[in-house]
């Protein structure tokens, strides 16, 4: 697959970088060529992002040497790697909610006419970038922050694009993305790959980088362990290189069946504006698996149950008691908890700690005085559970890598011993060998009798770790489905066109 | 989306996230207005409305520098401090010479735009937090200005004094000019490439960062703007004054009065989010509860608690809007 063009558009030789004294990458090498998708893969935590941070002038490496086209060059600051050609979709959110779409799309690089910002020319633009990734619904005037996650990640995109950049650095990009939206990107990384444009691709799927990338180079603890065409990877040998052993990813064992417990969380009609009236059973011991598309009000579920924007109509009964949950606050004393799936967003104190992070919500519906030892024990045996590769527990929670400050929040969820799990998607950015840590801690939760409501748009997972499979439709109840499901039965249900005979919506 | 699209073209420029203080402006007229007639007076006489109009110029100059520090994340507590000492650089340097005039507010301008520089400086080189720099700065001018003037110094040609006392019909020269760096402002954030940056860095400066901003100059830019408005202010005041006055600004409490008119106008403290139509209506809406104090002879105490409670009460409203706004954008998201 790969073009033979012996020059290559980006050379990175020798690149080290250190942290506060803290090596985070040593001796990385990395070649992109004209044309190739080149994936980078590797643990939570190995330097995927800070290599590609290097490459586009936000870190300044410690050692080696970058070289584009055949000329050395240095990137001091984002600005000088744009006017280089080099664009980039970072990992986290870079986008500003109270700005425009096309103030965001053109920032930093706004078009002039007789030296004034020519807001019409940048409207265009947009459109016509819009346009060009097959998107349309999108006004270039609308405010970011009205948009949903999906269409956020498509201005981002947009964003790179008007670059016009030679190379194209995406840093999980799908991460944000529902199915049918990912799809749309692997054209579009196809047309970019025609167009000459080199791709560096940075994922914790797999599929994506077999189904994408010409190359792959992985890292592990901030080296580069090794470079080798797709052709030649498997998805073992992958995994080998990224975790150093082998790793069988079976999903735990599910419940026997009939051996779920009493009812735990009891929906009799309940709706509200997103959520036309649902009836549903979650009970003690078992994992319910939540499938549908993105919007079709998986999320707004989680949601009211867990007293964001809570239920207006019917009724929520908890161990068989009616309950009103108006607030998150009275959900968590109820024993409830929430993992969003934009955790990102709306779960971190960047400045705190790890260790304060994943106490928060402890310390929130408990007196500081309560049980406190045993408190910080579970917490870093939680924490090391689901491997939180950090410094130390007193590190501050905004220099992890992304995929590790997800776990630190799934690890402050767990720790609160709730009789009812909300997760939204709990497994998103999560390297694999994580991955199975965490199943495996969702089936234990179940075992010990939770209940345990998953939402997942990766089938997989879904399928591998559900008891039961509900999917939704358009704010209701599409259908039911036993363990096991197929994923054609799943996607039927999903977008309409099955419909199950099970319990109609 | 087809709504969306019609409310984005329709939008009126600035009056989105600001409109709460024109609503809240109308009440204090008519509130204020019918009490001061109760009283036997008129707050809408012509000397009552000059006086109000050229109370909120001086503050209102200031409140459009302190509207751009805090939109693009910053602040600045030294105002006050620079205002007193261009104040007295612009009468000392004229001594009541009418060729001394242009030469004096060259020099305040150059004087005050150095202040902005190093305020700008210490906050993106040093890194040092915009609130304890220049208030730092703000202490060191006035340990200067204590340690050499007693009292008002210097004195201002009669053809200066025109700033401060000439009118057009009803409207002092001094509004106008108040007016016209409003507008100046108000353009220059909505159509060049600075404002864009500007409003960029005060909502995320690393997204601001990342896109190629370079967010240090914008905001070393910012604090010169913002210390020009200031000097601007002080050459108002000497002006008006005839003289220098070593404590005008620290008396006239320019420092907290221009951000409280900044909040009250809608732009969000941490940045990003505001205008300058905003600070205009929270400036008259401070000059017009004054005015109506003033006119009705109420003690100072009152007068500031009253001040008090507006200006928490329009936190809290626009806190509570911002708040509802998010979580609708929360619920779109799911
Ligand atoms: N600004 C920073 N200051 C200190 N440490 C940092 C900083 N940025 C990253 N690190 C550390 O560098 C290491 C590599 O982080 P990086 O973000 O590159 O990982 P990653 O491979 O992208 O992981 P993920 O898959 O979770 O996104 C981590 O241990 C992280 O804690
Ligand atoms: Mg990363």
Known sequence: MQPDSDQPLLRMRGVGKAFFGVRVLDDVDLDLHPGQVHALVGENGAGKSTLMKIASGVYQPDAGTLELSGKPVTLPHPRAAQAAGIGIIHQEFNLLPERTVAENVFLGREPLRRGLVDRRAMHARTAELL??????????????????????????????????????????????????????????????????????????????????????????????????DTAEATPDTLVRHMVGRELSHYFPERAAPGSAGAARLQLAAAGN???????????????????????????????????????????????????????????????????????????????????????????????????????????????????????????????????????????????????????????????VGAKAAIHDLIRRLADDGAAVLMISSELPELIGMSDRIVVMRDGAIAGELPAGASEEAVMGLATGAATSTEVPA | MSTETLRARLRLPGLDATNGVWPALAVALIVGGTLVALDGGSLFSESSTISLLQRAAGLGIVAVGQTIAILAGSLDLSVAYVISLTSLVAAETMAGSDGMVLPAILLVLVVSAVIGLVNGLLITKLRINAFIATLGVGLLIKGYLEQGYAGPAGSVPVSFQHLGYDRLGPVPLSFLLFAAVAAAVWFTLRSTRYGHHLIATGGDLDVARLSGVRTDRVLIRTHVICSLC?????????????????????????????????????????????????????????????????????????????????????????????????????????
């Open chain 1, 131 to 228: 346009a060009g990734v097959g998107e349309t619904a999108i006004a270039p005037q609308t405010r970011v922050g009205r948009l949903g996650v999906a269409q956020q990640q498509v201005v981002e995109i947009v964003k790179a694009l008007a670059l016009d950049a030679r190379v194209l650095i995406m840093d999980e990009p799908t991460a944000s993305l529902a199915e049918h939206e990912v799809e749309l990107l692997y054209n579009l990384v196809r047309r970019l790959q025609q167009r000459g444009i080199g791709i560096l691709y940075v994922s914790h799927r797999l599929t994506e980088v077999f189904d994408l990338s010409g190359r792959i180079t992985v890292l592990k603890d901030g080296r580069r362990v090794t470079t080798l």
């Open chain 1, 273 to 431: 504006g997103r959520l036309r009236p649902v009836d549903l059973e979650l009970r003690s011991g078992e994992v319910l698996g939540i499938g549908g598309l993105q919007g079709s009000g998986r999320s707004a579920l989680a949601r009211a149950v867990f007293g964001i924007d809570g239920f207006r109509t019917g009724q929520m009964l908890l161990d068989g008691v009616p309950v009103r949950v108006r607030s998150p606050r009275q959900a968590v004393r109820a024993g409830i908890a929430y993992v969003t799936e934009d955790r990102k967003g709306e779960g971190l104190a960047l400045s705190q700690s790890v260790l304060d992070n994943a106490l928060l919500a402890q310390r929130a519906v408990q007196p500081r005085w309560f049980a406190r030892a045993a408190r910080t024990t579970t917490v870093r045996e939680l924490l090391d559970a689901v491997e939180v590769h950090a410094a130390g527990t007193g590190q501050e929670i905004r220099y992890l890598s992304g995929g590790n400050q997800q776990k630190v929040i799934l690890a402050r969820w767990l720790a609160m011993k709730p009789r009812v799990l909300l997760f939204d998607e709990p497994t998103r950015g999560i390297d």
């Open chain 2, 230 to 334: 200031a000097g601007i202010a002080g050459l108002y005041l000497a002006s008006r004054l005839g003289a220098g006055a070593p404590r005008v600004g620290a008396e006239g409490g320019y420092d907290l009065e221009s951000i409280a008119a900044v909040v009250l106008g809608g732009t969000v403290l941490a940045g990003g989010r505001g205008g300058v139509t905003g600070t205009v209506g929270g400036v008259l809406l401070l000059a017009v509860i004054d005015g109506v104090f003033n006119q009705l002879e109420v003690d100072s105490f009152f007068k500031q608690m009253v001040r008090g409670v507006v200006i928490v009460a329009a936190v809290a409203v626009y806190a509570l809007r911002l708040r509802r706004t998010s979580d609708r954008r929360k619920a779109a998201v799911a």
